[in-house]
C-alpha cells in the first residue's frame, strides 16, 4: 500500500520555512492496519512540510499513540490531529474509551493506558517533550491522549543513545 499526501498549502513552500500551515485531522478506523497507515501519513506530512528532523521521534509517536487507541477503544473509529505550533509538534489522539466518574475506576483506565504507552513516554523524554491523556473535552466524550515534541529537541532524537 502506497499513501502520498500533497497538501495545497505546501504549495511555493521553501526548504526550512517555518511550517505554519501544518494542521491536520484524520479520522481512522480502529483496526489492526491503522497505525501503519498513521505513521505513513504521518512521515508524508512533515516531509511536505521540510520538518525532516521531527519525522522518526513523530512517527513512532503517532504509531504508538494510535496503536494503543485502536486496541482501547469500543469506538469503530479513532481521531488523529496533527499540529505544528509554537516551535513544537503537537500530536492528539482521542478515541471512544469512557472515563469513568468513579475515580478508583477513572485511576486504573489510567494507569493501563499509560503501561500501553511506556515506549511514547521514552520517546517523548528523548526529545524533552510532554505528553498526557485525560478525558476528552469534545462531543461524545472519549480519552484524549496527546504528545508535543519540540522541534529543537526532537532533532537529536535519532542520534540519542
Do not use: F, N
Not at 483496526?31 to 497507515?37: C, G, N, Q
Not at 482521542?94 to 503501561?115: K, N, V
Amino acid at each position: 500500500m502506497s499513501l502520498t499526501l500533497v497538501p495545497h498549502a505546501t504549495v511555493g513552500v521553501e526548504p526550512g520555512a517555518e511550517p505554519d500551515g501544518l494542521a491536520y485531522s484524520l479520522t481512522l478506523p480502529a483496526a489492526l492496519s491503522t497505525p501503519a497507515i498513521a505513521r505513513a501519513a504521518t512521515r508524508h506530512i512533515l516531509a511536505a512540510h521540510h520538518l525532516p528532523e521531527l519525522i522518526d521521534a513523530a512517527v513512532q509517536a503517532v504509531g504508538e499513540l494510535t496503536a494503543a487507541a485502536c486496541r482501547l477503544t469500543p469506538a469503530a473509529q479513532i481521531y488523529l490531529s496533527l499540529r505544528y505550533r509554537a516551535d513544537a509538534l503537537r500530536i492528539t489522539v482521542y478515541d471512544g474509551e469512557p472515563h469513568p466518574a468513579h475515580p478508583h475506576l477513572a485511576a486504573a483506565l489510567d494507569a493501563r493506558r499509560r503501561t500501553a504507552l511506556r515506549l511514547l513516554a521514552r520517546v517523548v523524554k528523548c526529545c524533552e517533550g510532554t505528553w498526557g491523556c485525560g478525558e476528552s473535552p469534545e462531543p461524545g466524550g472519549g480519552t484524549r491522549t496527546w504528545a508535543v515534541l519540540p522541534r529543537a529537541t526532537t532533532a537529536t532524537y535519532a542520534t540519542t543513545p
